[in-house]
Structure formats: C-alpha cells, structure tokens
C-alpha cells in the first residue's frame, strides 16, 4: 500500500526556513515522479515543485525557483522540500503527491496527474 506521510511544517518568520520532508512507503521514490504542492485558503491548489523519474529532472514554479529545493533519499524512502527566504505568500498546507507515471515537465506540476497524496502539513510565515 503506498502511503505518503508529510512532516516539518510550523510557523516561522518571514526570511526564515523550513524543510519538510515526505516519507514514503510502499513504493520506491526513485521510480515515481514526486510532487510538492500547496493550498491556501480561498485559492486553488499549486504545483510548487516535483522531481520526475526521468533523469531525476525537478521543476519549480517561479514564485519559488531560487528559494526552495527538492531532494530525495532513496535510502530513506523520503523527499525532502528545503524552503529558504520564505514569505507570508509562502503560508499554506503543503501536500505531497506521487505516480508511478513518468510525467512530462508540464505534466508534473499538475495535481490531478498524481494518484497518491499525503495528509498536508501546514506552514505559516508570519511578517
């Protein structure tokens, strides 16, 4: 059974950081494209980062690109989202998502082309 459990939200300053890490089971992260995405209240959800099974390639939506990282350890079964410089626009529950599917560059940043979601963890930058 393939399960996604979200960890590492809180509430931080603007400017400071987080990583959140998303620790898979049931399945190896090396040969699913993985999704980070993000949902505030009111708004739609947004594809913020993923990293697909081809060529390890990532993909970063721009309001993020320069400030946050996605990373896997395969020997954890885990990803990780390294998030610096972070803003109030940052605040939101942070989901991630999983396919056995080798997603395209466009196709990865799209959260109905995923089959497994994490529970959410929320984060909060205050100004």
């Known amino acids: 059974e393939v399960q996604l459990v979200e960890s590492g939200g809180g509430l931080v300053q603007a400017g400071g950081s987080l990583t959140l890490s998303c620790a898979a089971s049931?399945?190896?992260?090396?040969?699913?494209?993985i999704g980070w995405f993000r949902q505030a209240p009111g708004k739609e959800r947004e594809g913020v980062s993923c990293?697909?099974?081809?060529?390890?390639?990532?993909y970063y939506a721009d309001s993020v690109k320069g400030r946050f990282t996605i990373s896997t350890d395969n020997a954890k079964s885990t990803v990780y989202l390294q998030m610096n410089s972070l803003k109030p626009e940052d605040t939101a529950v942070y989901y991630c998502?999983?396919?056995?599917?080798?997603?395209?560059?466009?196709?990865?940043?799209?959260?109905?082309?995923?089959?497994?979601w994490g529970q959410g963890t929320q984060v909060t930058v205050s100004s």
């Open positions: 990293i697909r099974t081809t060529e390890s390639a990532t």
């Open positions: 049931g399945f190896t992260v090396d040969d699913y494209a």
């Open positions: 998502a999983a396919t056995s599917y080798e997603l395209d560059y466009y196709q990865c940043r799209l959260w109905h082309e995923y089959d497994y």
